[in-house]
Structure formats: C-alpha cells, structure tokens
C-alpha cells in the first residue's frame, strides 16, 4: 500500500510565499518521480513540477522562475516552494508519487487527496 499524504494549502494574498510538503511511504515501493500537479475550478489537471531521485526537475510554463520543487529521497518527501504567488495559482495542489513495486519494472502512479491553494488578490 502506498500513502501519499499533502500538507501546507491555505489561503494567501497575490505576491506572497507558501510551501506546499508531500509525504510518500509504501515498503517495497521504490519512487523515482515525486511532484505537483494542480487543477483549478472548470479546468484540467496540469502539471506544476516534477523531480527525480537525481534532482532532475520539470516545470510547468506557468510556475517557472517563481516556484521551486525540492525532495528529500532519505524519507520520500517533496516540497513545492511557491513565491511571488497569483490569483490564477488558485488550485487543488495534488501530489504525485510515481515508482515501481520490486522487483517489478512496470512503473505506477500514486496521488494524494489534494490540498486547496486560494490567493486573494
């Protein structure tokens, strides 16, 4: 069974920080991709960012230059630090924990429940 579980959404006015953090545990699971993706009100989901086990990271148009993806392969955690933050950032942020279950090679993609990012303008 693999969790992933978000943490830090709220609410936020246009121009300021947050930090979203995701939590990804599964024995046996090993992960190589950990991201964000989001989905606002009416429309698709879309990427945010993605990173790999070797930093390897992957932005959105949107979200480049103001946020930041980071992870800690140690315990299987991403973060997403969101700068300079606009009313169209407003989303449900859902985390991806993609790998495979060994010693399978086929790859698997888990998702949190999401977490609400408002910004207020």
């Known amino acids: 069974q693999v969790q992933v579980v978000e943490s830090g959404g709220g609410l936020v006015q246009a121009g300021e920080s947050l930090r979203l953090s995701c939590a990804a545990s599964g024995r046996g699971f090993r992960f190589t991709v950990l991201g964000w993706y989001r989905q606002a009100l009416g429309n698709q989901r879309e990427l945010v960012a993605t990173?790999?086990?070797?930093?390897?990271?992957v932005y959105g148009d949107s979200v480049k230059d103001r946020f930041i993806v980071s992870r800690n392969n140690a315990d299987n955690t991403v973060s997403l630090q969101m700068n300079s933050v606009k009313p169209e950032d407003t989303a449900v942020y859902y985390c991806l924990a993609k790998g495979r279950w060994t010693p399978s090679t086929y790859e698997t993609t888990y998702w949190g429940r999401g977490t609400q990012v408002t910004v207020s303008s």
């Open positions: 990173i790999t086990t070797s930093g390897t990271t």
